[in-house]
Every structure is written in structure tokens, then in C-alpha cells.
């Protein structure tokens, strides 16, 4: 069985959905394609921010917690030795570009991605039940000391080089907002204008139905060959059907590699592992924003499924096993700051964010073969950047004028 479309789109996280939705939009045929149900995978388990919090991409650990992740203690970050010896090179490139100057560049590359992203989510909203997961009450980061509130100031100083509001706190204040929060923190700065999904899953979903409903096509069905036939169209073995394209868009995330190097394509993308466990209130205790707590390095966010305590990153190989000790070492900081009670999902969560050194995502053309597209590797901020970037390559597709300039993203960076 063959069919024919425009474009097809491969990977439905919020990336791959989002640059479906665009290019449908854009009155194009498009098929989308996942082994899965849109929204599960790496999409499903994050903090659910999005607005402009993220002045800064997350940089390499501090010196301070290297004892700690050595002895496998620290929530934040997490290190698989045994595939330590494959990612030396990629972090000694991290390193790099955490350094003040580099990190600062990644930033201000990244920040008309960042900028419009609620505009950007909102479009893609529209005739959904998706604004109905959406809360004006975002991130809010505490720190238990005066040493991490100074360490942090390069992110204040970059918000207000690029105009974003923020309001700095003392218990007091913070407290008249979250009065459950327990005040063992010295400040509390809100980020007053990002903004939180309450379900991140629940939101994919929302606007894959809406690429159906409004004529694209979805196969949950696993790829098992890409290739360029003689017609100059794409090919896609995809479970019993071919399918024919003039456009094939990569939005597969940690398994772009897997898909790309028949092709003559491998990118150095890392996988920095996140988990998350859901667990109740106690008694009548409410929270209202996203909370990281900086000094131990997890966040907790109140959601539908009920408060979502997430850890930061541990980097491994793609298949290496599960290992949640993270979710194990924040709990009990986590109860410390607020009074968690007992889970509420009988497992935890674990997903992989494609990450490049330079945390900036690879989007726009493939160097050697016509019709072929990139939109991967967006790290910690696929959520908050996914409807962008997907309206960033749609306009590189259609060969409209981009709203931004896509040159950081260019995947020659890598060749």
C-alpha cells in the first residue's frame, strides 16, 4: 500500500506535532508519524514551563557539587559510569560552552525562539481544550542561601539585558503567596511572566487531535527505513505502507541518530535522562507556581496528575536501565519545603532530552540530500520552544521569510 503526501513529519512530542500542525496549516498534506501515541515519550515528563524563564541555557555543574555526584548522592546531576567513556568529548564541549561568554551567546541565539512561546503555544491552542492546562503561575526559583542567590546572578543580569520581568522575594513576601512553602529559603525570585502547563502529555495530545481533526493524517506505527527514491521524493518504510514525500522532517529527539546514520548522518547529541514521580498534598496544603529548589536541584510543580517532583539530569546511553535514585535523594528535601504526602502514580517516569553541547537545537535543512529536514536535540526547553521552532522550519520548508534569523541552528555546525 502506498500513499503521497507534501510532507511528513517523524516523531510526535511537541516538536514533531507542532511542525505537523504548522505545515497544515500552511495548507500542505501531511502525515505524522510515531511508534507511539503523540505526547509520551520525552514530551510527557517535564516542569511544563513555558514563557521566558529560560534566559540561560542550564550550565555544567558548579565545582562544589562534583563531591557529590561523584559519591552518586546529588539530585541535580547524575553520571552512568559506564557510559561515561563515550560522552568525555561531549562534556569537555559543555564545559566550553558554559563558560560566562558562550553561555551567554547560546542564550541570546536561543531567545527568539524563547520569546514568542506562549504566543506561539497559543496559536496552536486555538479550537482546543489545551488552554484549559494552562496557568499564569510559572516558575519560581527559592534559594536556601545567600551564596546560591549570588551564584544565580547571570541569569538576572541576561533578564534584564533582554527586558524579562522578575521579582525578587524575601520569605515574607513569597510567603503571602505560598504560605504552604516552608521558609527555610532566604530569597525567592518569580519570574513574572512565564507561565505553566498543568498537564504537558495532556497537551500534545491536544494538538495532535487538532492536526487530525483539521485533515492531517497520524500512523502510530514504527519506521523502519528512510530513504531518497528516484522520483526525488522521500520514502518511508513505515510497518506495512510507503510513503511518499517531497519533505521529511526529523523530530524523533534522542533517536534521530538511529534514523539519520543510514543516511550518512551522526550528530553528538547526549541524553540527559530526567524522572519524575507524582505524589499528594497533605492535608490542606496548596501550591500554586513551578518551584525549583535551586541548592538541591529539583523542581516541583503542581498538576493534574497531582505535584510533579522532577529531577535534573543524569546523563547515560539511550537503552542503558532505569535508575531513579534522584527522585529518591529530592523527596525528602522536597517534603522539607512542602508537605508532600504519599505518591500518587504507583512508578516513576523516565524520559531522554537530546541535548547538544552548544544547548541550542539542530533545525532547518540537511546539508546532502534535498527535501530532507532537522528539529531535534532542544534539551531542557522543548516544551517551552517546540510551537516555535515547528513555525521556524515550516517557513524554511515553504520558503517563506522566517521570523527569526535560523543560522544558530543550522546542523552544518556539526560537520
Given amino acids: 500500500m502506498n500513499e503521497s503526501y507534501d ?110 512561546s506562549l504566543e506561539e503555544h497559543r496559536a496552536l491552542m486555538r479550537g482546543t481544550s489545551a488552554e484549559q492546562k494552562l496557568s499564569p503561575d510559572g516558575r519560581t526559583a527559592l534559594y536556601r542561601s545567600d551564596e546560591s542567590f549570588e551564584s544565580d546572578a547571570g541569569s538576572r543580569a541576561m533578564a534584564k539585558e533582554l527586558n ?73 518504510a513505515a510497518g506495512n505502507i510507503e510513503i511518499y514525500a517531497s519533505h521529511a522532517a526529523i523530530c524523533v529527539g534522542p533517536w534521530a541518530n538511529d534514523l539519520l546514520k543510514p543516511l550518512g548522518y551522526t550528530f553528538p547529541l547526549a541524553f540527559k535522562r530526567g524522572y519524575h514521580r507524582h505524589y499528594r498534598a497533605m492535608g490542606s496544603a496548596e ?49 522539607e519545603l512542602f508537605p508532600l504526602g504519599d505518591a500518587a502514580d504507583d512508578k516513576t517516569w523516565m524520559g531522554s532530552r537530546p541535548c547538544f553541547a552548544d544547548s541550542l537545537p539542530a533545525i532547518g535543512p540537511a546539508q546532502n540530500h534535498k527535501g530532507l529536514w532537522f528539529n531535534f536535540g532542544h534539551g531542557h526547553v522543548g516544551m517551552t520552544i517546540g510551537p516555535s521552532s515547528g513555525r521556524l522550519l515550516t517557513e524554511m520548508i515553504r520558503g517563506e521569510k522566517t521570523f527569526c534569523d535560523p543560522q544558530p541552528f543550522s546542523a552544518a555546525r556539526f560537520a
Avoid: C
Fill in 164 to 236: 524579562v520581568p522578575f521579582d525578587v522575594m524575601d520569605t515574607d513576601m513569597f510567603g503571602t503567596i505560598e504560605p504552604h512553602v516552608k521558609p527555610i529559603y532566604r530569597k525567592a525570585v518569580r519570574w513574572s511572566s512565564s507561565w505553566r502547563i498543568k498537564d504537558p502529555g495532556g497537551l500534545v495530545s491536544d494538538y495532535a487531535a487538532r492536526f487530525v481533526r483539521e485533515g492531517g493524517t497520524f500512523l502510530q506505527t514504527e519506521v523502519k527505513r528512510l530513504d531518497y527514491a528516484e522520483s526525488k521524493s522521500w520514502r518511508i
Fill in 7 to 116: 510532507a511528513v513529519v517523524i516523531g510526535a512530542g511537541i516538536v514533531g506535532v507542532s511542525t505537523a500542525l504548522h505545515l497544515l496549516m500552511r495548507g500542505m498534506k501531511v502525515a505524522l508519524i510515531d511508534r507511539r501515541e503523540p505526547g509520551t515519550e520525552t514530551s510527557f515528563g517535564n516542569a511544563g514551563i513555558i514563557g521566558n524563564a529560560y534566559v540561560l541555557p542550564f550550565g555544567f555543574p558548579s565545582l562544589g557539587r562534583i563531591p557529590s555526584i561523584l559519591l552518586d548522592r546529588d539530585v541535580s546531576t547524575r553520571v552512568h559510569y559506564s557510559s561515561l567513556p563515550r560522552y568525555l568529548t561531549w562534556l569537555w564541549k559543555f564545559y566550553l560552552n558554559s563558560q560566562t561568554e558562550a553561555r551567554y551567546r547560546s542564550g541570546r541565539a536561543l531567545w527568539p525562539l524563547i520569546s514568542p
Fill in 287 to 335: 501550591l500554586s507556581h513551578a518551584i525549583v529548589d535551586v541548592d538541591i536541584g529539583y523542581l516541583l510543580s503542581p498538576m493534574e496528575q497531582g505535584y510533579r517532583l522532577t529531577t535534573g539530569a543524569e546523563l547515560a546511553a539511550l537503552n542503558d536501565p532505569p535508575t531513579p535514585v534522584q527522585i529518591d535523594h529530592a523527596l525528602p528535601h522536597a517534603r
